[in-house]
């Protein structure tokens, strides 16, 4: 789309920048975060290792017959039934002699063998390593949905996208909650992921295309707000179902993405999408709808549009004729602006320019390290006294504070300031902790002193992917912007997928893990100046918009063109 970048955005301050019609669309869109975080960590609860020993026969002295061993008997004997043997301890002559079995007879839970996901199948033991991957295969679903997703979201709206991924996450979450073996589980759990990301991705998307410029931060406010509540309802759900199957527990999660029916009532498309896209009938229509929710005369919102229409229609006119012999073919033909319209831009298009390929690799790198960090102190952090629900609550609640700290700055000092605050924060803080952890090993206050770090080390870390959320689509043009926040997203899940293995490294190498977070967040306070500032600017349209903004202009040239100064 040629021309000014600002039109969508004069369209939504027609509306009133913040309007009724524009929070009731946030609302409708984002409270499907319930829905994509329910499933996502759910697993915590569900899955959670339950106590157990080994199973004890009907007849105590059929062990004897399995014993390998004819000195084992009854009244020399003693029989212990342990976490994953059976140990069988006999007085030889004066000699303790022992022999080992597994739980051949099966195990005996202390809440119940359906309580959870891993003690109604058995997870446990030999098959333990096997518990992980529950939430591996999830995350290897959300990567491919990441790629693969935003593809359609891109040609053929967010709405539509939205509501696919929505009722498939439903049907799915269903199909979890009555999989008969652990192997179908965990098959269902990739398609989960998959789809999941189609509701994130989407839902972000239209969260920052729904307001103009000077209102996207709240987007970003009110997202992460409800994306900590959302977590934090995981707990209290799981506290009242803690006597339950844990099938039934996953039916409770999943019932929230009923709502899929009433978005798909609701929700409309998004109008920078539709704009875009020139969707103009289906424009008009959205339009009316939204100046009566927000009280706005809809001829003059419809006015503002026309021009806008009008104004592209006289530059495109004019770009044709300064193009006209430059785009003749062999067969003489000239090839019009609008038949050229029809050609999407593609993920290409970016990488051929080194410049914007350059923002691409440090957005992806960004993301794996926010993903490593926040995953892997997850992984490593030392279990907190009390209830596990309530040390859920208390991690969830540790991103809160992040989400003031980026609302009262990403507007006053940038996007770029904001990601390397809070980034440099997590980096020294989680060094801090390193330190504390070797040099001070064995001492009384290092534990505190570790805890404390490790919780500033969670709170920029939190934010600082909060900030890299609302950051990346504003890097990217209408028709790429879905698919560039799913690569960016699909690459937070290496990350993700590397996250487990830090505990195993910690066992090996204590300090690793805690140097690793803290120097890849400090790089990535290094790296986010190459990116161009995007506060004060209106979302790219195309990608000639975004390569603009790396260009040095004077003042005349940045009002010229709508954008301000970088």
Same mark, same amino acid.
């Given at each position: 789309m040629a021309g000014k970048i600002s039109s969508v955005d004069q369209v939504l301050e027609a509306l009133g920048g913040r309007g009724r019609y524009q929070l009731f669309q946030y609302f409708v869109c984002m409270f499907s975060s319930f829905s994509a975080s329910f499933q996502l960590f759910n697993i915590v609860f569900v899955g959670r290792h339950v106590a157990h020993t080994c199973k004890q026969p009907v007849n105590i002295s059929d062990i004897y017959h399995v014993i390998d061993n004819e000195l084992f008997q009854a009244n020399n004997s003693k029989i212990y039934f342990e976490k994953c043997n059976i140990r069988v301890e006999a007085n030889i002559s004066g000699d303790i002699s022992t022999s080992d079995l597994s739980c051949i007879y099966g195990y005996e839970y202390v809440e119940g063998k359906d309580t959870s996901l891993m003690s109604d199948m058995d997870i446990v033991c030999d098959r333990a390593h096997l518990r992980g991957f529950a939430q591996t295969v999830l995350i290897i679903g959300q990567g491919i949905g990441a790629f693969v997703l935003p593809i359609f979201s891109d040609r053929f709206g967010r709405r539509p996208v939205h509501l696919f991924a929505h009722l498939c996450f439903l049907g799915l979450g269903l199909g979890v909650a009555f999989a008969p073996t652990y192997t179908v589980f965990l098959v269902l759990r990739v398609f989960l992921g998959f789809v999941q990301q189609g509701i994130v991705l989407t839902k972000t998307t239209i969260?920052?295309?729904? /307001? +103009? =410029?000077?209102?996207?931060?709240?987007s970003g406010l009110l997202n992460a707000f409800l994306w900590t509540v959302a977590t934090t309802v995981i707990a209290l759900i799981a506290y009242l179902m803690q006597t339950y199957s844990w099938r039934t527990t996953q039916l409770v999660y999943c019932s929230v993405s009923l709502y899929v029916f009433v978005q798909f009532f609701l929700l409309d498309e998004s109008l920078s999408w539709l704009i875009t896209n020139n969707? @103009?009938?289906?424009? @008009?229509?959205?339009?009316?709808?939204?100046?009566?929710?927000?009280?706005?005369d809809y001829q003059t919102v419809l006015n503002v549009y026309k021009n806008i229409q009008k104004q592209q229609e006289s530059?495109? =006119?004019? @770009?044709?004729?300064?193009?006209?012999?430059?785009d003749r073919g062999l067969n003489g033909k000239k090839t019009t602006l609008k038949e050229k319209d029809k050609t999407k831009p593609s993920f290409l298009d970016l990488m051929k320019r080194k410049r914007l390929a350059a923002n691409v690799f440090v957005l992806w790198f960004t993301w794996i390290t926010d993903s490593l960090t926040v995953f892997g102190l997850y992984m490593t952090a030392h279990s907190l006294a009390g209830s596990p629900h309530l040390n859920f609550v208390l991690y969830s609640l540790l991103e809160a504070p992040s989400i003031l700290v980026f609302y009262f700055m990403v507007d006053r000092y940038g996007r770029k300031k904001t990601s390397m605050t809070l980034h440099g924060i997590a980096g020294i803080a989680l060094l801090m902790a390193t330190v504390c952890k070797c040099v001070a090993k064995g001492s009384s206050w290092s534990p505190i002193a570790v805890t404390a770090f490790s919780c500033i080390g969670m709170f920029g870390a939190g934010g600082a992917w909060g900030t890299?959320? /609302? /950051?990346? +689509?504003?890097?990217? +043009?209408?028709?790429l912007r879905n698919f560039g926040l799913g690569t960016s997203s699909a690459c937070s899940r290496l990350g993700g997928m590397l996250a487990p293995f830090s505990s195993l490294l910690a066992e090996h190498v204590e300090w690793a893990p805690g140097t690793i977070f803290g120097v890849c967040c400090l790089l990535v306070t290094v790296l986010v100046n190459v990116l161009p500032e995007t506060m004060g600017r209106e979302l790219p349209q195309t990608v000639d918009d975004v390569e603009a903004w790396h260009k040095k202009t004077d003042a005349k040239t940045a009002k010229d063109i709508d954008i301000l100064p970088p």
């Open positions: 969260s920052i295309e729904i /307001f +103009p =410029s000077r209102h996207r931060k709240l969707k @103009t009938k289906q424009v @008009t229509k959205n339009l009316k709808k939204a100046a009566r929710i927000s009280g706005k530059e495109n =006119s004019l @770009t044709e004729s300064l193009l006209g012999s430059k890299s959320f /609302f /950051f990346t +689509p504003e890097m990217f +043009p209408t028709n």
